[in-house]
């Protein structure tokens, strides 16, 4: 037991003289790290600035920051550890670092996918906050974007979050970026109308519809010959910066429409169906029917009343 406590005793002492040959490099070691932090503060603050007026993506500007303070902060810390003489602790923590970095990215796929298509995405910029697109069969308006998710508020109200891979991978349609929007608006006529009186109404009737682009001429193209009706489509441009500026024009639309076509006596007509009983077309119901009034020879036959006689 004595010569237990006597080893311990000296193992104490010797580390004792060992940390107080340390304390200046301590000292030093402490301070630099102090320094470390203050300095990465300092220029991410500094660089934000600078970083804002040349790119307008705040999620980028987070990321190239962060790295920055980061790789700032990593290499002050391994100083630290120069000082104190702990070459080889820096050296087993890179080859450490190496290994958990290659685990976790074999473990973390999906979420270092997300993480590099929302860098890509901040780059390109093929959309920005506010504008409304579909993608991914969802449809709305962008409400946030980070480098994990699109935020998309959905006109209905609901909020969907779409994962950054998703959106870089599959078609997207951004209906904002232009500002301008098109109708294509579908109508029906009889058959009994003049085609070209139709033609004249409607553009008239949707010269000043709301929203309309005045650059842009009202066009009225027909395309289809229906079951009851002659099909066209009246086409014009709308400003576009919401999707209630649609809804509105294309209701506005509708309104006007019906009301030139009232005022000119033009027909929407209501859906028409002929039945025809024959093998071949062309007879009537009645036809049908008068061979079954006289049954066999010998037989009974209806009155036109309905009754048996002889």
Not at 46 to 68: E, I, Y
Not at 239 to 246: E, G, M, P
Request: aromatic fraction near 10%; charge should be neutral.
């Amino acid at each position: 037991m004595n010569d237990a406590l006597e080893l311990l005793w000296s193992k104490l002492e010797a580390w004792g003289a060992q940390v107080v040959l340390m304390l200046p490099n301590l000292f030093v070691a402490l301070v630099l790290l102090f320094a470390t932090f203050y300095v990465a503060g300092f220029i991410r603050k500094s660089l934000g600035k600078v970083v804002d007026r040349f790119s307008h993506s705040s999620a980028l500007n987070n990321l190239v920051l962060t790295l920055l303070y980061i790789g700032m902060l990593v290499l002050g810390f391994f100083f630290v550890l120069s000082i104190l003489n702990l070459d080889r602790v820096v050296i087993s923590m890179l080859a450490g670092v190496g290994i958990i970095g290659l685990a976790l990215g074999f473990a973390f796929q999906d979420i270092a996918a997300n993480f590099i298509s929302g860098v890509i995405i901040a780059v390109q910029k093929p959309f920005k906050v506010g504008d409304m697109i579909e993608t991914n069969d969802y449809f709305g308006i962008i409400e946030r974007i980070t480098l994990r998710t699109i935020d998309i508020r959905q006109p209905t109200g609901e909020m969907v979050w779409l994962p950054n891979k998703m959106v870089f991978e599959n078609p997207v349609t951004n209906f904002s970026i232009k500002g301008t929007r098109r109708i294509d608006l579908e109508v029906g006529v009889s058959y009994a109308e003049d085609l070209e009186q139709v033609q004249q109404v409607v553009t008239e009737a949707l010269e000043d519809v709301k929203n309309r682009v005045k650059t842009k001429e009202v066009e009225v193209m027909y395309d289809a010959f229906g079951d009851s009706s002659i099909n066209f489509k009246a086409r014009f441009w709308i400003t576009y910066k919401r999707q209630v500026d649609f809804v509105s024009a294309k209701s506005d639309a509708i309104i006007r429409i019906k009301k030139a076509f009232d005022a000119n006596n033009i027909l929407i007509p209501f859906p028409v169906r002929t039945l025809d009983f024959a093998i071949k077309g062309g007879e009537t119901l009645t036809q049908q029917l008068k061979p079954l009034n006289v049954s066999a020879k010998g037989g009974q036959r209806l009155g036109e009343n309905g009754q048996q006689q002889d």
